[in-house]
């Protein structure tokens, strides 16, 4: 396990990155695990992954859906990731790691040992990524850059969605790009046509989003705008 990087090559230039795939990820954002499974349903035509946000009240002012056990109930073909939005990681990272769960997201700040988050999530042979909210600090994560496989930026505060996006991620995205020239960098929070393809123009290459993929229209459609909101 570890980041895809080169430290002999410089970040490719804005016109090369730009030909790479860039990865669309449906995000859910909700109260309850019913509202989970009917949005996984909706998304399993269209995508290979879900992204689930999980919060208990402890590391965010709101609370989401976050029983782990309703995992074991999930009947789905897509991989799951769930965006670990609590504290003391290290004393719940086992209920997390179970069936289907494939990628753990979590914060340091919401850590008081991130070694033992990250090797628990090796053990178990589980991708394991760094969040790093709008507050929360780059260089801190980075020592850490050997040991994860993505680091995720947060476009907005943890936890409610709708919120507008936090003018400075963008520039969070190059310092983290600069640090590691060929890691994976997510964005999640505030994702839509227009900010994507800056997110991608600073070194983004895999978007979560949320309200732009489950909104009125056809989820499929969707995600193919977004797609292409990413060629730069």
Not at 143 to 165: R, T
Request: hydrophobic share 40%; proline share 2%; net charge negative.
């Amino acid at each position: 396990m570890g980041l895809r990087r080169d430290a002999d090559k410089t970040y490719r230039s804005t016109k090369e990155f730009s030909l790479i795939m860039i990865e669309i990820i449906p995000a859910i954002n909700a109260d309850n695990f019913e509202e989970i499974k009917r949005k996984i349903k909706l998304a399993e035509p269209h995508t290979d992954w879900i992204h689930i946000d999980v919060a208990d009240g402890t590391f965010t002012k709101n609370t989401l859906w976050h029983n782990a056990a309703d995992l074991a109930l999930l009947d789905t073909k897509l991989n799951i990731g769930v965006h670990l939005m609590i504290n003391n990681v290290e004393r719940r990272i086992d209920d997390w790691l179970v069936s289907g769960v494939k990628r753990i997201i979590f914060h340091i700040e919401g850590s008081k040992d991130p070694d033992f988050v990250i090797n628990r999530c090796k053990e178990a042979g589980v991708e394991t990524d760094i969040s790093i909210g709008p507050e929360e600090s780059v260089i801190k994560a980075m020592k850490y850059k050997n040991n994860v496989d993505a680091f995720q930026i947060l476009g907005v505060h943890p936890g409610l969605a709708g919120q507008k996006i936090e003018s400075n991620v963008y520039d969070r995205i190059k310092e983290v790009r600069s640090f590691c020239s060929s890691c994976i960098i997510e964005v999640d929070g505030g994702m839509n046509k227009e900010t994507i393809s800056q997110a991608v123009e600073a070194g983004a290459n895999r978007i979560v989003a949320a309200s732009a993929v489950f909104n009125d229209r056809d989820i499929g459609e969707n995600i193919e705008e977004l797609k292409k909101s990413c060629r730069i």
